[in-house]
């Protein structure tokens, strides 16, 4: 059952998604490289070889994805010297990019329950508890919402700002 949408959003051909938020963060996470860029990032990966080497891509492809998260926010960079060598930068995560790391969860949830035959190779679980780590939707009042209970409707405020423009 989908999601229950509210007043004139009711009928789908009388609107068009215009300012998506999906499509926004897909412009700027939906490619291979940056999703698994931020899988790293969560990992610990920090520094420009062990993203390409780690993600298995080029060298060139590594800079412009790190350059793209770095750009919109998801990173920074941090600079590093090892002795002897010269002053390189590292990228670690922002409060940004770490806001982003539950779309990463959520990929890595349903890959392991639709993609892995059963027995996914890496669990998520709770530092001190070991209990599992599952991504869920929930309502600001702590509520998980099943998708028939979630409601989308218009945010007047974005509205009121879109006729101001």
Request: glycine content about 8%; overall charge positive; proline content about 6%.
């Given at each position: 059952?989908?999601?229950?949408?509210?007043?004139?959003?009711?009928?789908l051909?009388?609107?068009?998604?215009?300012?998506?938020?999906?499509?926004?963060?897909?412009?700027?996470?939906?490619?291979?490289?940056?999703?698994?860029?931020?899988?790293?990032?969560?990992?610990?990966?920090?520094?420009?070889?062990?993203?390409?080497?780690?993600?298995?891509?080029?060298?060139?492809?590594?800079?412009?994805?790190?350059?793209?998260?770095?750009?919109?926010?998801?990173l920074?960079?941090?600079?590093?010297?090892?002795?002897?060598?010269?002053?390189r930068?590292?990228?670690?995560?922002?409060?940004?990019?770490?806001?982003?790391?539950?779309?990463?969860?959520?990929?890595?949830?349903?890959?392991?329950q639709?993609?892995?035959?059963?027995?996914?190779?890496?669990?998520?679980?709770?530092?001190?508890?070991s209990?599992?780590?599952?991504?869920?939707?929930?309502?600001?009042?702590?509520?998980?919402?099943?998708?028939?209970?979630?409601?989308?409707?218009?945010?007047?405020?974005?509205?009121?700002?879109?006729?101001?423009?």
């Open positions: 059952m989908p999601a229950v949408l509210e007043g004139p959003l009711r009928d051909r009388s609107w068009k998604p215009e300012g998506c938020s999906i499509v926004k963060a897909l412009d700027l996470i939906g490619t291979r490289s940056a999703i698994l860029i931020l899988r790293e990032s969560l990992y610990g990966t920090t520094r420009f070889d062990g993203f390409a080497e780690r993600v298995g891509i080029t060298d060139a492809a590594a800079a412009a994805a790190l350059r793209k998260l770095t750009d919109a926010g998801l920074r960079k941090q600079p590093y010297r090892e002795e002897g060598k010269r002053t930068n590292e990228y670690v995560l922002t409060e940004m990019g770490r806001d982003a790391i539950p779309v990463v969860l959520a990929l890595w949830q349903w890959g392991d639709y993609l892995q035959g059963g027995t996914p190779p890496l669990e998520r679980v709770e530092n001190d508890t209990e599992p780590v599952r991504v869920q939707i929930r309502s600001a009042a702590g509520n998980e919402v099943p998708l028939d209970n979630l409601r989308i409707r218009l945010n007047k405020a974005w509205r009121r700002n879109r006729t101001r423009d």
